[in-house]
């Protein structure tokens, strides 16, 4: 496994997840790029986002995905959301996307087994130590046919950026957020072994919209930025 102290350039102090979602949570909405993860979404071929009827929204945070989700429903779409920190929590509640919102791990949520169309997850993967219990239970709540559809991070970006995970705490100082490095062959080695059959994958790389967002990033034109995977449960 890659680790991301042979990367980290920034040496933030560092806490976990739960407690780092809880100290962003005011600010966290302002400070995440659309263009990494829903921007992404949007260029995917599958699924047919209309055709979605039953979705679980893994690592659902402040509802960002779960509401862009359900601007491209049809109409009639159940979408329950998990995420370990209740401060998120309660600011997707007041979003108002998700039919129920549920406090606990992405890899053991307690949903219904074989209820969902998709499972969907963005931005999560980094603060998870080991892929396979992700895999594992967003196979165990697809139905046959579902698909699992997750976006984050590139690994190569974490690696050359030396950029963890981070905010900017209410005192100015900049704190990070557990982070880990997956290199692609790791998702499809995940993936694979939980029974997922890979159906798409997006790489997305710095363009000219990030670095009018970005200026400093100029130095990263054309480095892959985001990657997203499309999972099909056969």
């Not at 995917?44 to 945070?61: N, Y």
Request: glycine share 10%.
């Amino acid at each position: 496994m890659v680790d991301f102290s042979d990367f980290d350039t920034r040496n933030y102090p560092t806490v976990d997840v739960r407690t780092g979602y809880a100290g962003w949570v005011d600010t966290y909405e302002q400070t995440v790029e659309d263009a990494m993860d829903l921007a992404v979404l949007a260029q995917l071929a599958l699924p047919a986002w209309p055709e979605v009827r039953r979705a679980a929204d893994l690592g659902c945070g402040t509802g960002r995905t779960g509401a862009w989700l359900r601007d491209r429903a049809a109409g009639g779409l159940v979408l329950d959301g998990v995420d370990l920190t209740p401060e998120m929590l309660a600011r997707a509640k007041e979003r108002g996307a998700h039919d129920s919102l549920t406090e606990g791990d992405v890899a053991a949520t307690g949903l219904t087994p074989g209820a969902y169309d998709l499972v969907i997850s963005s931005l999560i993967d980094e603060h998870l130590a080991d892929l396979g219990p992700y895999y594992r239970e967003a196979f165990r709540l697809a139905r046959p046919g579902g698909r699992c559809v997750l976006v984050g991070l590139h690994p190569y970006f974490i690696m050359a950026a030396g950029m963890p995970t981070h905010f900017t705490g209410a005192d100015g100082a900049d704190v990070a957020i557990t982070t880990h490095v997956h290199l692609v062959s790791d998702h499809l080695t995940a993936g694979l072994a939980a029974g997922w059959t890979l159906v798409e994958m997006r790489e997305a790389v710095v363009d000219e919209g990030w670095i009018a967002r970005k200026p400093k990033w100029e130095k990263y034109r054309s480095h892959p930025v985001s990657a997203a995977y499309v999972w099909e449960k056969r």
